[in-house]
């Protein structure tokens, strides 16, 4: 038991869209992801998903709208809603949300990543 350096652990990340668990909380997990370029069309039907930027932005993208997300800031997308993700540059982030959740909701495809990746 001790602190994670999140720096540490982003550095073992060395491709994007794959999300990898760091840490849990009763049935919540904590993951590290880099993203770049353009994620897929996706909803997640049974839960909330939390993205905190920790470095460059990011936007998540709506039907209608679209949210820029900094460093430094906090964003949850309601269940249920269909979403993209998109970063113009590579941006680093946490994405909080229930352990066995999908990374493309109910779009399984090549960008879908395994679950329970620890690093």
Do not use: Y
Request: aromatic share 8%.
């Amino acid at each position: 038991m001790g602190p994670i350096n999140l720096a540490a652990k982003l550095a073992l990340i060395g491709d994007h869209w794959h999300p990898r668990v760091i840490a849990e909380l009763n049935d919540i997990q904590f993951k590290l992801v880099k993203f770049e370029g353009d994620f897929v069309w996706h909803q997640h039907d049974e839960t909330d998903e939390a993205f905190l930027v920790l470095e460059g932005e990011m936007e998540v993208v709506f039907r209608d709208h679209s949210v820029l997300v900094r460093k430094g800031e906090l964003f949850v997308v309601p269940q249920g809603v269909e979403h993209m993700t998109r970063a113009n540059e590579e941006c680093h982030a946490m994405i909080i949300e229930p352990r066995g959740v999908v990374n493309t909701g109910d779009a399984v495809g090549v960008l879908t990543a395994p679950l329970d990746d620890w690093i």
